[in-house]
Structure formats: C-alpha cells, structure tokens
C-alpha cells in the first residue's frame, strides 16, 4: 500500500514517466492519496495565468484522479491521530531538494502528507529526498522513483 | 414441466443467456412441437421482467432486431467488482478526462515556506517598536504585524 506526496500527485498530473513506470504495476486500491496533496495541486493550477489553457487540462486531471480515488475509496483525510504524528514531525529539521538542487526545509503541509503515511503505515512515494533516511528509523519506509 | 422448459429453468437460473435465448427463439418458431407453447414462453418472460422489475435481473439494452439483453444486476456487480479490482491505478487514472491532451505549462512543486517558524518565540517575531510595547507603567499597546 503507497501514498503519493504533495510533489508525486504533480508529477501524475504533468504525466512524470518515471512515476508512471514506477506506479504501473499497483492497482487502484492500493494507491492512496492525501486530501491535503490534492489541496496543494490544486493551489498550483489556480496559479496558473486564468487564460492558460493548460489550466483546464491539469483541472480535468485532478478531478479524474480524485474520482479514482473516491471509487476506489483511498482519498486519505487528515484527522486527528494523523495530527498527532504531523505534531512530532514539525520541530524536526527536515530538508528536501528545490528544482535547482538546493536544501529547504520541507514545509508544514509536505509533513502533513509524510505524517499520513506514518499514521497509516503506507509507503511513502516521493522522489529521493535527504530527509528520508532520518525518518526511517522511526518505521517510515518511502518508495523513490 | 417439459423438458425444454426445464433446460430453460436451468439455463435462466445459470443466466445463461447465451444457452437460454436460442433455445426461447426455437421454441417460439418451432411452436407446440418442441413442447413448449408460446403462451408458456410467454409466461416465463413475464416472470423474468417480473424478476426485473423486483432487481433480480435487468434489463441493460436492446438491438434494433428486438432482442433485448437482460443480466442478473448480482452478476453485473460483481463483474464490475472484478475489473475494478484488477485495473491498475495509472490505467484508470490515464484513461480519464484531461489525459487526452497534452498541456503546454509544466507545473512544478514548490515547497511552501515553513509557516511555523514566524510563531516560533524568541527570535522570528519581528522586535516591537517602544511606541508598541508601550511606556513603563502603562498598559501595551496591542502588537500589531508590520
């Protein structure tokens, strides 16, 4: 059973190949997503210029997988047992790599997603991160593409 | 009960219609001869769209040479069920709306700056003005974000 980070949804949305390689094999009901992912792709389109067509596609996008996972009934919620794990991760210093390879601190709605997948003992689909082996130990098992 | 209808019984409790509705249609044409009468046949259909009605079995559509299709809405669940089962997340997903087209943007994911770190204490709230604390003796003004 695997969750998509915040940043995986996107890369389904814009069609990553390696992501799509890498989720073939699993069918729907093993491949959960957070609402708060879904929350986060959605900020980036309604940023995208209101004239760009590609606004409407990524729209059409979302709305598809989100329907996916309603069916398939693994759209996660954020409650509060996940809270209470999200609570353990935001004092810890996590980084993660920006589009031009430098280190931020990964931000409080990415440990949202990170604290879902802890709670519900999923496998955490995200491309290779320096945080990662600092969770390990902690039970968190990721799945890099 | 002949035995062409007790095939047929066998037939629409297996929903076999691929048995059933050739056997129905002989006997329509044949008539009286292959044991069953059409007011028979008749009647069975009746309580097959009977049973339909009930939700037992539905009818899912018809061809324009009359045939109508009726299926047990059980089996068609599960049917369903099944493919829903077996199909792959990507397949699913990729056979929906949007995915026909190809967008000319890329959407790229930022990390959302750490809200927390403007609440920390000591140190990320900006340092209050005299005029905001307020003098020695009287009461602070109420800190407001510049």
Redesign the interface.
């Known amino acids: 059973m695997i969750v998509l980070s ?2 995986a949804l ?6 990553d190949e390696q992501l ?1 390689r890498m ?9 959960h997503i957070s609402v708060v992912s879904i929350g ?2 959605e900020q ?2 309604q940023a ?1 210029p209101p004239g ?3 606004r ?10 989100v ?2 996972a309603r ?2 009934n693994t759209l996660l919620p954020f409650d509060w047992q996940t809270a209470m794990k999200w609570a353990l991760l ?1 004092p810890m210093q996590l980084d ?1 790599l ?2 031009n390879g430098n280190l ?7 440990r949202q997603v990170v604290a879902t997948a802890w709670q519900r003992a999923l496998q955490l689909v995200e491309r290779p991160q320096p945080y990662h082996p600092q969770l390990a130990p902690h039970g968190l098992s990721f799945l890099s593409y | 009960m002949s035995d062409v209808m007790k095939a047929l019984n066998q037939d629409l409790i297996r929903h076999d219609l691929d048995a059933a509705l050739p056997r129905v249609v002989d006997v329509l044409a044949g008539g009286s001869a292959a044991g069953l009468g059409v007011r028979e046949a008749r009647d069975r259909f009746t309580q097959l769209l009977r049973d339909a009605r009930a939700g037992q079995a539905q009818v899912v559509g018809s061809e324009e040479d009359g045939q109508v299709f009726i299926v047990s809405a059980r089996e068609v669940t599960g049917l369903l069920a099944e493919v ?7 397949e ?3 056979s ?4 026909d ?16 770190e403007a609440f920390l204490p000591g140190g990320a709230l900006p340092a209050m003005s005299r005029a905001e604390r307020g003098t020695d003796g009287e009461a602070a003004a109420p800190y407001r974000r510049r």
């Open positions: 915040a940043r996107l890369d389904l949305l814009i069609q799509l989720l073939r094999p699993y069918p729907i009901q093993q491949v986060r792709a980036h389109i995208l760009d067509p590609s409407s596609i990524y729209d059409s996008r979302l709305r598809s997988i329907g996916t069916s398939a935001l993660v920006d589009a931020v601190p990964l931000g409080d709605d990415s | 829903i089962e077996t199909r792959s997340f990507v699913a997903v990729c929906g709306p949007g995915f087209q190809q967008p000319d943007t890329l959407l790229q994911f930022e990390e959302r700056p750490r809200s927390s």
